[in-house]
């Protein structure tokens, strides 16, 4: 049975973060604890996010979501019983998402450069829900075309390696990819609990992206384990819901 449930799930933020920093979690400039109840107040300061040479319209903010907001995103997929089952590591919603997810897309295009050249409402309107189990990952792919530009991926529970390679032999030689060097084991992304991604443009539409199923990450000589680690994914769809049945890419 591969229910979490609340005592696993503290067990679990113990796994793979020893180097967590919870320090953003009393800066109000983070998403913090009052996710959702206080969007009136004044507009905070624009938070700015890593950006990669070689990928444009890829984006990362590091520790995006503070301690308290990644452990009531936790507590509210628990208590939704999205993983109920010992098979279940993907849930979707569509449409309306719940006001969590919603608060999320808000607070990244409002205190966040992540989704500076998107403009349009809804901003998201489909949500999924990755589990990946220690060892899992998720193969590597363009998300499909149905979804516009523009996505945002929060990292919950443990860290990862995500892998960006040029979707194409074309964009492989594309001069400003194959500037900087061999490009065929990709670009590796460390993906941290509390981290918001975003793609955009050539990193939305000319790179894939896979995590590869390992159990452990070596990043420039740092192994890291992995945990179980969750993953909301936020998409807009530019086709009606019910065209928009898809196949996961799980492995
Ligand atoms: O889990 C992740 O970080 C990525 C998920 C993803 O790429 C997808 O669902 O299309
Ligand atoms: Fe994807």
Not at 35 to 56: H, Q, V, Y
Not at 79 to 85: D, M, Q
Not at 105 to 117: F, N
Not at 160 to 171: F, L
Request: aromatic fraction near 6%.
């Amino acid at each position: 049975m591969h229910e979490l449930n609340t005592d696993q799930l503290e067990e679990l933020f113990g796994s793979d973060n020893s180097d967590f920093d919870d320090s953003f979690s009393d800066d109000q400039t983070r998403m913090d604890a009052r996710l959702g109840s206080d969007r009136n107040r004044s507009p905070a300061r624009m938070l700015t996010s890593e950006k990669f040479g070689r990928i444009p319209g890829l984006r990362l903010l590091r520790q995006g979501l503070s301690h308290s907001v990644q452990t009531k995103l936790l507590d509210t997929i628990i208590s939704a019983k999205y993983f109920n089952g010992a098979t279940n590591n993907q849930a979707m919603h569509f449409g309306d998402l719940p006001q969590q997810f919603q608060d999320i897309g808000q607070w990244a295009k409002r205190d966040t450069d992540l989704l500076e050249s998107i403009d349009r409402e809804p901003l998201f309107d489909q949500a999924i829900l990755n589990l990946y189990r220690p060892g899992e990952g998720i193969r590597s792919h363009v998300d499909l075309q149905k979804f516009d530009d523009g996505i945002l991926i929060v990292s919950l529970l443990s860290s990862c390696v995500m892998i960006m390679t040029p979707a194409s032999e074309a964009q492989k030689h594309a001069t400003s990819y194959s500037e900087e060097g061999n490009l065929d084991d990709g670009i590796p992304i460390l993906l941290r609990p509390g981290d918001v991604l975003a793609m955009i443009g050539p990193a939305r539409w000319d790179w894939a992206h896979c995590i590869p199923a390992r159990l452990v990450d070596d990043v420039n000589g740092d192994i890291i384990q992995r945990g179980s680690r969750v993953s909301i994914t936020l998409r807009k769809l530019n086709c009606t819901t019910a065209d928009a049945i898809e196949l996961g890419h799980r492995q």
